[in-house]
């Protein structure tokens, strides 16, 4: 059975680094009929989504996280991680991973895993 | 970026009526790009329906996708008990966004 699970800290200081990892179990990662993606929930903003990866390693950003996002795959762990920068308490959300169908260059998300609260405070 | 609007915020209806969800779109999208998800209390979203109106795998037939342009449309003809949850679309014509979400609450 195909499956997602976020994994990371649920709180981070503002002005650090938030690492969230995403392991896959059900398929492989190399399986080039998907994408990769990360997306978030917050009461602020609602639904977000933050970024794209490809098994080749191409990745497409949400350009209004204003180059704070990375995205990376590791195919041999079979997981993929994000990597945000200068947090603040704005990006205090519930973090999710996601499967997309690799049909169109932005597709629908499906499925999801169960997310990740993260919350930026001091 | 296109900016997605759902109306209404909440809709109270009770276990047999119909559902009516919008989304409107700020700019026009082709209805291949255009999903819908479910998400219950404690739950991921789940993928309703991907090109405005085909059924992801193991929907039941009475949730239907329509619309078209900038105005699109979920309906849930016949309320289950356990379709009360918060529906939202999202749009992939370009960077993908969402809706704000419609909670359809038990009357």
């Known amino acids: 059975q195909f499956q997602l699970q976020e994994s990371g800290p649920g709180l981070v200081k503002p002005s650090e680094t938030l690492s969230l990892t995403c392991l896959v179990s059900?398929?492989?990662?190399?399986?080039?009929?998907?994408?990769w993606s990360w997306i978030r929930h917050s009461p602020g903003k609602g639904l977000q989504w933050i970024g794209n990866?490809?098994?080749?390693?191409?990745?497409y950003y949400n350009p209004s996280l204003n180059g704070r996002i990375s995205l990376s795959i590791d195919a041999s762990r079979n997981q993929f991680s994000l990597t945000l920068t200068s947090l603040t308490a704005t990006d205090t959300a519930v973090y999710y991973c996601?499967?997309?169908?690799?049909?169109?260059?932005?597709?629908?998300?499906?499925?999801w895993g169960l997310g990740t609260l993260v919350t930026v405070s001091s | 970026e296109i900016v997605l609007t759902q109306s209404p915020d909440t809709l109270s209806l009770s276990p047999g009526e119909r559902a009516t969800l919008s989304c409107r779109a700020s700019?026009?999208?082709?209805?291949?790009?255009l999903a819908w998800y479910q998400q219950r209390p404690g739950q991921a979203p789940r993928l309703l329906m991907y090109?405005?109106?085909t059924r992801a795998t193991g929907i039941p037939d009475r949730f239907c996708g329509s619309g078209s342009g900038t105005d699109f449309t979920l309906t849930i003809t016949r309320l289950e008990p356990e379709d009360f949850a918060v529906f939202y679309c999202?749009?992939?014509?370009?960077?993908?966004?969402f809706g704000q979400g419609t909670k359809v609450e038990i009357k």
């Open positions: 059900g398929d492989a990662l190399t399986n080039t009929s998907y994408y």
């Open positions: 700019h026009v999208i082709d209805s291949t790009y």
């Open positions: 996601a499967r997309a169908l690799n049909r169109y260059v932005f597709n629908w998300f499906d499925p």
């Open positions: 090109g405005a109106s």
């Open positions: 990866i490809y098994y080749s390693g191409t990745t």
């Open positions: 999202q749009q992939y014509a370009s960077s993908p966004t």
